[in-house]
């Protein structure tokens, strides 16, 4: 295993790996930088084949964590855990509470939260052993950040329509949605009280025949998506969704949505670029979680400021926008670069 020399490494302040014997904890810490504030980032658990694949996840979710917190104008850092273990099967309270105490033994320099695998029951197991956890909510509520998630991509669809097509209102404007889960179906939701026409997908028929039926959306099967004739594209599933393939395929003219880590490839970004098809960067876009997460550590949570606080990233896509636009370039090398003049200070 290449550490130091990783290709995702990007100087990483600290990786720490972690094992507890007795629960059969296998975990990895990345913290990529500490200049803003504390590192927080998700906990994933996932059957990783192997470790080199574990390494590679958390370094470059740790990294894109540091980037999303910059340009969200967080007091964060950038960093990401992971357990090599089967949610399903793996995931027992020692387990977790194993989890609680490498957590614990950085002091703070790491904080946690729920990922893909992990929910909000694990994480009150992990606080258990530690208070740096976040995403337990305020005041007996959920502390699910997926409707934040869903409003801050909300206000970057508009930013991007209002570029792309120049027109303020979602009225009758058509989008794709790909994965109806969490935040998918709350981004449908608010397009469609918006006035958008709905196109779905998801491998889970039930919830997307469900929320189809609510919306009076078009429902079609997950492959079709990328060919559905529609103004915008917004993946909401998982990553790397836009490969060169895919890049030479969609009919939209714009792509904003939540899943992290969408271009497959950086050349990606050129190829939506020549083709006239405008990318929102993800990490922007669906920074309104991480917003979320860090208000809830604090005291005086303030649910109406943190709303107000998700819909500036409306004004952080429309600076991107227009650097990109005069400059001819992707937005998406146009992001890295803003959030890295932000790191400087
Ligand atoms: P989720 O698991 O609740 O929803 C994902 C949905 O996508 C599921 O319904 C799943 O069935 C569907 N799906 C999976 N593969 C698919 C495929 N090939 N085609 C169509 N549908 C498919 O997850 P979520 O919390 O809604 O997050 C969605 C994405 O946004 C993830 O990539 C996540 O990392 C990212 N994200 C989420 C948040 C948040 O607040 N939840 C914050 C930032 C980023």
Do not use: W
């Not at 906990?43 to 979710?61: G, K, N, Q």
């Not at 271009?263 to 098809?277: D, F, M, Q, Y």
């Amino acid at each position: 295993m290449r550490v130091f020399d990783h290709p995702e490494f990007d100087h990483h302040q600290q990786i720490v790996f972690g094992c507890d014997e007795a629960s059969g904890l296998r975990a990895i810490i990345a913290i990529h930088d500490t200049r803003r504030g504390p590192a927080l980032g998700g906990l994933r658990i996932y059957p990783y084949a192997d470790e080199d694949d574990a390494l590679t996840d958390v370094l470059r979710l740790s990294r894109g964590m540091t980037y999303k917190s910059a340009l969200a104008d967080l007091p964060l850092g950038g960093g990401k855990a992971v357990i090599i273990a089967n949610p399903r099967t793996d995931k027992t309270p020692a387990l977790l509470r194993a989890m609680g105490r490498l957590v614990e033994s950085l002091g703070g320099r790491y904080i946690t939260a729920e990922d893909s695998g992990s929910g909000e029951e694990d994480m009150r197991l992990i606080r258990e052993e530690t208070r740096h956890v976040s995403g337990l909510g305020h005041d007996g509520e959920s502390g699910d950040p997926s409707p934040f998630t869903a409003h801050g991509v909300f206000c970057a669809m508009k930013s991007a329509v209002r570029y792309c097509f120049g027109r303020d209102d979602m009225k009758g404007l058509r989008v794709a949605i790909q994965g109806v889960g969490h935040v998918g179906a709350h981004l449908a939701r608010e397009l469609h009280e918006a006035g958008a026409q709905l196109v779905l997908t998801d491998v889970d028929r039930d919830s997307l025949g469900l929320l189809s039926d609510e919306l009076g959306a078009l429902s079609v099967a997950p492959e079709e998506i990328f060919d559905a004739e529609v103004d915008v594209f917004a993946p909401c599933a998982m990553g790397a969704v836009l490969t060169e393939g895919v890049a030479g395929r969609l009919r939209a003219r714009a792509i904003c949505g939540a899943a992290n880590n969408q271009l497959a490839t950086p050349v990606v970004a050129e190829l939506l670029h020549r083709r006239g098809i405008l990318y929102t960067p993800d990490y922007v876009a669906n920074a309104g979680g991480v917003i979320e997460v860090e208000a809830q550590r604090h005291e005086n949570y303030d649910r109406d400021a943190v709303m107000r606080h998700v819909e500036r990233i409306a004004a952080t896509v429309d600076e991107i926008l227009a650097r990109a636009q005069a400059q001819d370039t992707s937005p998406a090398g146009i992001a890295d670069q803003l959030a890295r003049e932000r790191l400087q200070g």
